[in-house]
């Protein structure tokens, strides 16, 4: 139904800064809200940071808030993360997500379809 693209992983030294993109097809993507999660090898997924589909607020774990941005591009279908003064616990398969709904933005199980993840990794 909706298909998400991630792109922008890469390895990149600590301290620095990265751009993820997060391509959506279809005409719905200014109805769903939007979220990046993350998952590092033998750990569960866990939220990064959200966008709303109404009033864009935005939303984010407290490990990456003042360092990563969440934005989104309606006339493009797209969502960012930005990604500033990275950290090697920072690297992870970073997937790209969608949702209708406007709750529980840090839940993974409130968000219907999933990208196919581009993998971040910071070396110090």
């Known amino acids: 139904q909706v298909q998400l693209v991630e792109s922008g992983g890469g390895l990149v030294q600590a301290g620095g800064s990265l751009s993820l993109s997060c391509a959506a097809s279809?005409?719905?993507?200014?109805?769903?809200?939007m979220g990046w999660f993350r998952q590092a090898p033998g750990k569960e997924r866990e939220f990064v940071a959200a966008?709303?589909?109404?009033?864009?607020?935005?939303y984010y774990a407290d490990s990456v808030k003042g360092r990563f941005t969440i934005s989104r591009d309606n006339a493009k279908n797209t969502v960012y993360l930005q990604m500033n003064s990275l950290k090697p616990e920072d690297t992870a398969v970073y997937y790209c997500?969608?949702?209708?709904?406007?709750?529980?933005?840090?839940?993974?199980?409130?968000?219907?379809?999933w990208g196919q993840g581009t993998q971040v990794t910071v070396s110090s």
């Open positions: 997500a969608a949702r209708y709904g406007s709750s529980y933005y840090y839940s993974e199980y409130e968000y219907r379809h």
């Open positions: 279809g005409r719905t993507f200014s109805l769903l809200a």
């Open positions: 966008v709303s589909r109404s009033d864009g607020m935005t």
